[in-house]
């Protein structure tokens, strides 16, 4: 039997691609959101290269009936979608007391806002068509630590833990399983870059505190995320799970020591 569609909010880049293409390869067909073409063309070609069906959406997550358009067009290709993973995501370090309002909403927006937009858009197709459904959201360990550096993503992503709860106690009883995936620190363009840690002497420094002493392939995160949000494991609902080498209980890096010179220690 054909199975619905997986969508993956940044799909394009780093973690959400590892996942679109794990997710193809275990037969799904994928709708690849974000906002730049360029990202999603050149993830299409890739895996559509690799035998996966792929769908691009340009879709900014804080825009809601650009939200609504990716979602229709992925029920309007494959009939249905059935897996939906928030992954997109905006973050760079800064001081808090600098932190200017705009920069807060930008962040707040894409992680919090986002989360919620594709949620409750394919949540109440999923109940009107008595489907049931799987929602998995990208968040990282200091949702629930706090970290220094970060604080309007620490902020979003503990309000998204939050939802992630709220929304599997509410939706259990219509079949739809609600959980959340905490990553360890992987070395993707854009996350080394806004965070200061594309330079591989920084990340050999990164990867000494954690238990495990390497950093995270986007590959092993993708793979348990899948396992999450397929049906692997149907009775897993409302949890979060952690796949960061151990590193949040040595404690997540103090990035506020990053700008404020203090690095090395
Ligand atoms: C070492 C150990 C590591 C270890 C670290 C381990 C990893 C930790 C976990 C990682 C989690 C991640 O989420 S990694 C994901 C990283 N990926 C991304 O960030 C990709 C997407 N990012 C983006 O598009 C941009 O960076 C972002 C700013 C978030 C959104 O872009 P927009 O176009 O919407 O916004 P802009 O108009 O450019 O900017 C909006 C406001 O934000 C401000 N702003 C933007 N960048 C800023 C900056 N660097 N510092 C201050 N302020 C900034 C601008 O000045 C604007 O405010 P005004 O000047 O007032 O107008
Ligand atoms: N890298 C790490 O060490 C860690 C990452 N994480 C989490 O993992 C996830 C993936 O991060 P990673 O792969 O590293 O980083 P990337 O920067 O590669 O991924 C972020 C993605 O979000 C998309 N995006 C950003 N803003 C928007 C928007 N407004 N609307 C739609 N899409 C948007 C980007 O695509 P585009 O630019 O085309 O819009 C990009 O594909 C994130 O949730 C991140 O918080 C958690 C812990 C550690």
């Not at 249905?80 to 930008?106: C, D, I, M, T, Y």
């Not at 986002?114 to 959201?137: M, Y």
């Not at 630590?145 to 939802?163: D, I, R, Y």
Request: hydrophobic content about 45%; glycine content about 12%; some cysteine.
């Amino acid at each position: 039997m054909e199975k619905g569609a997986a969508i993956v909010t940044g799909g394009g880049t780093g973690l959400g691609l590892a996942i679109s293409r794990e997710l193809g390869r275990r037969g799904y067909p994928v709708v690849i959101a974000s906002r730049k073409q360029e990202h999603l063309d050149a993830a299409a070609r890739t895996l559509t290269g690799e035998g996966i069906q792929v769908l691009t959406a340009v879709c900014d997550v804080r825009d809601r009936e650009q939200v609504k358009a990716a979602v229709d067009a992925a029920e309007n290709r494959f009939g249905r979608v059935a897996l939906l993973v928030n992954n997109a995501a905006g973050n760079f370090v800064v001081k808090a007391e600098e932190l200017s309002p705009k920069g807060w909403e930008a962040v707040r927006g894409i992680v919090l806002d986002g989360t919620w937009h594709f949620s409750q858009e394919v949540g109440k197709r999923w109940i009107a068509q008595g489907q049931p459904g799987s929602i998995l959201n990208i968040i990282a360990t200091y949702a629930w630590t706090g970290a220094a550096g970060v604080v309007h993503s620490v902020s979003a992503k503990a309000g998204v833990l939050a939802m992630t709860r709220s929304l599997a106690m509410e939706w259990g009883k219509f079949g739809i399983r609600v959980n959340a995936l905490a990553p360890g620190i992987m070395v993707t363009e854009d996350a080394a870059k806004n965070l200061g840690y594309a330079d591989p002497a920084v990340q050999a420094l990164l990867a000494k505190k954690v238990p495990l002493r390497r950093l995270a392939s986007t590959e092993e995160v993708a793979f348990l995320a899948c396992d999450l949000v397929t049906d692997r494991h149907p009775y897993v609902t409302g949890d979060c799970w952690t796949v960061d080498g151990g590193l949040w209980l040595e404690g997540f890096p103090n990035l506020r020591r990053f700008v404020d010179g203090e690095l090395g220690e």
